[in-house]
């Protein structure tokens, strides 16, 4: 069974819409992660949390903001949605978020903009 | 900001072969070092991770040894089979009071049998 579940897994929107991307966490850790991967920058690192605070942003829209409503859940929350913010969107987890703690990636969330 | 690079593109091999695909990397700090490996439709696993210099990570017969002085961290396997075929990513942990790991372009591995 996946330890990370993101949902859903395809999401078509509409440019200027709002979409929400889910993610849960099975595996008891602590920290979370947002990865963007498309053909121009292959795994962009996003955003990163530890038990439940920001820790880290390399977005520089505020049209991305992620959401943390439990320990488990980060969900990411993308506004005004233009076609360049298609993309794979993974969501990840660490233990801590220790420097040296290998991160362990869902299956991610393949959105379109049209 | 910290970075990677390593080979770019598509690495063709046959059965067999010998693999190395390279990997630099320029951080601030001293970053724990990991390959991951992806297949398509799923997220990028773990493979290994080394810590410090000289230190040698190695799982299902890939390995790489942690560089300082060169700053690399090249990924090796003796004998590639068909079913290595995947893309593979050098990455370097948070390092230098940034929570940011950091990951490589990426490079497509693709075995002929």
């Known amino acids: 069974d996946p330890k990370i579940i993101q949902k859903p897994k395809y999401l078509v929107a509409v440019t200027g819409s709002e979409k929400i991307l889910i993610c849960e966490q099975y595996l008891g850790h602590n920290a979370m992660y947002w990865y963007r991967q498309s053909a121009k920058k292959p795994l962009e690192f996003m955003f990163s949390?530890?038990?439940?605070?920001?820790?880290d942003n390399q977005t520089a829209s505020s049209r991305f903001q992620p959401q943390s409503s439990k320990k488990n859940h980060l969900d990411l929350q993308i506004t005004a949605l233009k076609p360049d913010d298609s993309a794979t969107y993974f969501c990840a987890s660490s233990q801590g978020g220790a420097p040296n703690e290998r991160l362990f990636f869902g299956h991610g969330t393949k959105l379109s903009v049209l | 900001g910290d970075s990677v690079t390593q080979t770019e593109g598509q690495v063709a091999l046959s059965e067999e072969d010998f693999l190395t695909i390279h990997c630099n990397y320029s951080a601030s700090g001293y970053p724990a070092l990991f390959w991951y490996v992806q297949y398509p439709g799923e997220g990028p696993q773990f493979l290994f991770r080394a810590s410090r210099d000289k230190e040698k990570g190695s799982s299902r017969g890939f390995e790489a040894t942690y560089d300082k002085g060169t700053t690399s961290f090249h990924l090796r396997k003796a004998s590639v089979q068909e079913s290595d075929s995947a893309v593979y990513y050098c990455a370097l942990g948070a390092s230098g009071g940034n929570y940011k790991p950091t990951f490589g372009k990426g490079t497509s591995l693709v075995v002929h049998p």
């Open positions: 949390y530890s038990y439940q605070k920001l820790m």
